[in-house]
């Protein structure tokens, strides 16, 4: 059937759900058209902006009637900051779009009928949950403002007074940097012509130890004198770690070559009574109270008695895998990138685990040889980036024949397609499925699924 609607058309629409990744579902004369900016339950004046064959998607430009569960949204950034997407949706009406986001995806790509899903585990803060956050310079009206990027644009950045995700530390360190940039006069670097200086500023803090790293990114030069950025960092007694990288390439890249300028060359983080070390660009999960829950999760899933040889891929610093080693005969993790093994390595390390052994590689071309060296695994678990269990890594993964795998997702669709390989090709159940809402207000989703082989 010919679409009913044509790009730039002005329709009015009735949300009926929200769709994963974030925009209103509605339909136009049976004709699902997905809407950015509407919330279930609203009536919408909405433009469309794209036709494809089985859909289009559209803009609200006003709403003409409020869904039951739109709120006020608490932070006055709202709307044009594009850190946030749902703080106007009640928290409640959040999760359970989530939840069924999941259940959606093992119904229809999973071609599972009756999902074995559990209730979504709601995220522990709604607000001030994050543990890193990374800014943008751009010139402003007072001298350079410093903040996140405006909603749908990567060329301008909004000025950032309070962001609600981080702490008052986060927000403190966030202006101090902002102050010091304005009386220095330095200037922010244009993306566009390439002039300018200051590129970011990147807070991480150890929400269990109360450390806090921070990295400022510039072009290159020697533009400021180090010192005095140092004193000003240095008010802060929880700042323990100053670094200082050079990108000198237009693409915007924070895991640049760092130089330390003052303190420890990295802090720590503590998950699960493990003590985890935080460098400038190493990976960790975001929210630390509900990577807590996430580990959990997975540990949970994993069954384990003391006696299983257990897979870890995709490991990152080797977070999952130290999670597990206490209640395994032996872990191995494999992650693509060598920085996060050598932070793998060290955090064994610290924590005195000495049955956890990492590799660097791709997990669809080293399974191969881990299992030579490894045997074969009683358990695997797989935390994969959003396009899930790429290239040969699925069948692969699959053809290990271990009797459990916990999968860990940030992306039910490819978690669906996934299983179902694993299912009708190497006989895997899937027999939990948990949602995990860890970035509130935010599309995105996370599971931890088991699936056992039945065959
Ligand atoms: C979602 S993170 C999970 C990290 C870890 N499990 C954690 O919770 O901190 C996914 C990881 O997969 C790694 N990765 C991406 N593609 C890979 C591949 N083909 N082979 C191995 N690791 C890969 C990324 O570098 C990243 O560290």
């Not at 809407?35 to 430009?61: N, S």
């Not at 009928?113 to 709604?126: M, Y």
């Not at 004198?225 to 140092?230: A, D, K, M, S």
């Not at 929880?238 to 303190?263: F, Y």
Request: charged share 25%; aromatic share 8%; net charge negative.
């Amino acid at each position: 059937m010919a679409a009913p609607v044509q790009k730039g058309e002005e329709l009015e629409l009735r949300i009926d759900s929200l769709a994963y990744g974030g925009s209103g579902v509605a339909r136009h004369d049976g004709f699902v058209v997905f809407v950015r900016g509407g919330l279930p339950g609203d009536r919408v004046r909405a433009r469309v902006t794209k036709v494809k064959r089985g859909f289009a998607e559209a803009a609200a430009d006003a709403v003409l009637e409020p869904g039951p569960n739109r709120v006020e949204a608490p932070c006055p950034h709202f709307g044009t900051c594009g850190g946030c997407r749902f703080q106007d949706l009640a928290y409640e009406a959040q999760i359970s779009a989530k939840e069924q986001q999941v259940r959606d995806a093992l119904v229809r790509i999973g071609r599972i009928a009756e999902p074995p899903l559990e209730p979504i585990v709601p995220a522990a803060s709604q607000y001030g949950y994050r543990n890193k956050l990374e800014y943008s310079f751009a010139a402003g009206d007072e001298g350079v403002e410093l903040g996140f990027h405006r909603a749908g644009r990567w060329d301008e950045v909004v000025g950032i007074d309070a962001c609600l995700l981080t702490t008052d530390l986060g927000n403190a360190i966030r202006l101090a940097v902002r102050d010091w940039a304005r009386e220095e006069r330095l200037e922010a670097y244009d993306q566009g012509t390439g002039d300018g200086y200051l590129r970011h500023l990147v807070v991480r803090e150890g929400r269990n130890t109360g450390q806090a790293l921070v990295l400022l990114v510039t072009a290159p030069g020697e533009r400021f004198e180090t010192g005095y950025l140092v004193d000003v960092l240095r008010r802060f007694p929880e700042v323990r770690s100053i670094h200082w990288a050079v990108n000198d390439t237009p693409a915007e890249r924070t895991n640049v070559t760092t130089t330390l300028l003052w303190g420890d060359e990295a802090i720590e983080e503590e998950i699960l009574g493990l003590r985890f070390r935080l460098r400038p660009a190493a990976f960790l999960q975001t929210n630390t109270e509900m990577a807590e829950r996430l580990y959990a999760l997975a540990r949970e899933c994993a069954g384990l008695t003391g006696a299983e040889n257990v897979f870890d891929l995709y490991c990152g610093t080797g977070t999952i895998a130290l999670a597990l080693a206490g209640g395994a005969a032996s872990v191995w993790g494999v992650e693509i990138s060598e920085e996060s093994v050598a932070c793998a390595v060290e955090n064994a390390e610290l924590n005195g685990i000495a049955n956890a052994r990492f590799y660097a590689g791709n997990v669809g071309q080293t399974l191969e040889r881990l299992v030579e060296e490894a045997g074969r695994p009683d358990v695997v678990v797989v935390d994969p980036p959003r396009p899930g269990l790429a290239g040969k890594a699925l069948r692969r993964t699959g053809g290990l024949g271990a009797a459990r795998i916990v999968y860990v997702s940030c992306n039910p669709t490819t978690l669906a397609s996934d299983v179902k390989v694993l299912r009708d090709e190497f006989g895997y159940a899937l027999v939990r499925c948990r949602p995990v809402d860890m970035f509130p207000h935010t599309p995105h989703v996370e599971s931890v699924s088991l699936l056992t082989r039945s065959s």
